[in-house]
């Protein structure tokens, strides 16, 4: 149904995330992130509230990914549904599988990063995305997007991908990458590359325009948002 990629940059300290699922619009309910503080996947039969309450429980307490994973697990009486990654701003991950994911399932950490995923093709997809995380140049999101396009190719889910989402946090309050593709009936990990590749040479200047009106650049379009 669902796999996913949560990381950070070691240079930038940007936390990001990359998902895909067979079910509609998994960009409004499954990715997590906030910046100074960490990045959250909530998949299989998703509790989107996990994802708020373990950012929350690391902003607020001094508790690491496993102690906030476990104390937010610890309210939800249907836990066992769940598949929940975490990676907080230090790099320290932590994740969980309920005996009742879905399907062939894995979830594994790597160095700045968690893949998770469940009704996949088999294990070997998510142990597949680590090292290309690992090991991809780039900004942290052409990492993400490395990790994503090796899921794929080792077979990805079982059944079709319909959604997908990409989500960047950095060093404003908002994210600084926010996109997704809510319904494809094909290839919507490539549809959401394309996206990214077409955001990437205007994210500093969006920054900017927040930032500093006065110095961003013009497009010229009607609104000029």
Same mark, same amino acid.
């Given at each position: 149904?669902?796999?996913?990629?949560?990381g950070?940059?070691?240079?930038?300290?940007q936390?990001?995330?990359?998902?895909s699922?067979?079910?509609?619009?998994?960009?409004?309910?499954?990715?997590?992130?906030?910046?100074g503080?960490?990045v959250v996947?909530?998949?299989?039969?998703?509790l989107?509230s996990?994802?708020?309450?373990i950012?929350?429980?690391?902003?607020g307490?001094?508790?690491?990914?496993?102690?906030?994973?476990?104390?937010?697990?610890g309210?939800d009486?249907?836990?066992q549904?769940?598949?929940?990654t975490?990676?907080?701003?230090q790099?320290?991950?932590?994740l969980f599988?309920?005996?009742?994911?879905?399907?062939?399932?894995n979830?594994?950490?790597?160095?700045?990063?968690?893949?998770?995923?469940?009704?996949?093709a088999?294990?070997?997809?998510i142990?597949?995305m680590?090292p *290309?995380?690992e !090991? @991809?140049?780039g900004?942290?999101?052409?990492?993400l997007m =490395?990790?994503?396009?090796?899921?794929t %190719? #080792?077979g990805?889910?079982a059944?079709?991908?319909?959604?997908?989402?990409?989500?960047?946090?950095?060093?404003?309050?908002?994210?600084?990458?926010?996109?997704r593709?809510?319904?494809?009936?094909?290839?919507?990990?490539?549809?959401?590359d *394309?996206?990214? !590749? @077409?955001?990437?040479?205007?994210?500093?200047d969006?920054? =900017?325009?927040?930032?500093?009106?006065l %110095? #961003?650049?013009?497009?010229?379009?009607?609104?000029?948002?």
């Amino acid at each position: 149904m669902t796999f996913s990629i949560i990381g950070r940059c070691r240079d930038t300290g940007q936390l990001g995330i990359a998902i895909s699922s067979s079910s509609i619009s998994v960009g409004a309910r499954c990715p997590w992130v906030r910046a100074g503080v960490g990045v959250v996947a909530t998949q299989n039969v998703t509790l989107p509230s996990l994802g708020a309450d373990i950012l929350e429980l690391l902003a607020g307490q001094p508790l690491d990914p496993a102690q906030a994973l476990r104390q937010a697990l610890g309210t939800d009486r249907y836990s066992q549904y769940r598949q929940v990654t975490v990676l907080d701003s230090q790099g320290r991950t932590a994740l969980f599988s309920g005996k009742e994911s879905l399907g062939v399932h894995n979830a594994v950490a790597g160095d700045q990063c968690v893949a998770a995923g469940n009704l996949l093709a088999g294990e070997h997809v998510i142990a597949a995305m680590v090292p *290309a995380f690992e !090991q @991809a140049p780039g900004q942290l999101a052409d990492r993400l997007m =490395a990790a994503m396009h090796a899921a794929t %190719a #080792a077979g990805g889910e079982a059944g079709p991908v319909h959604s997908a989402a990409l989500k960047v946090a950095g060093e404003v309050a908002w994210p600084i990458v926010d996109l997704r593709v809510d319904w494809a009936d094909q290839d919507p990990i490539g549809q959401l590359d *394309a996206l990214w !590749q @077409a955001y990437r040479p205007q994210m500093q200047d969006y920054l =900017a325009r927040a930032l500093n009106p006065l %110095a #961003a650049p013009s497009y010229g379009v009607p609104g000029n948002e």
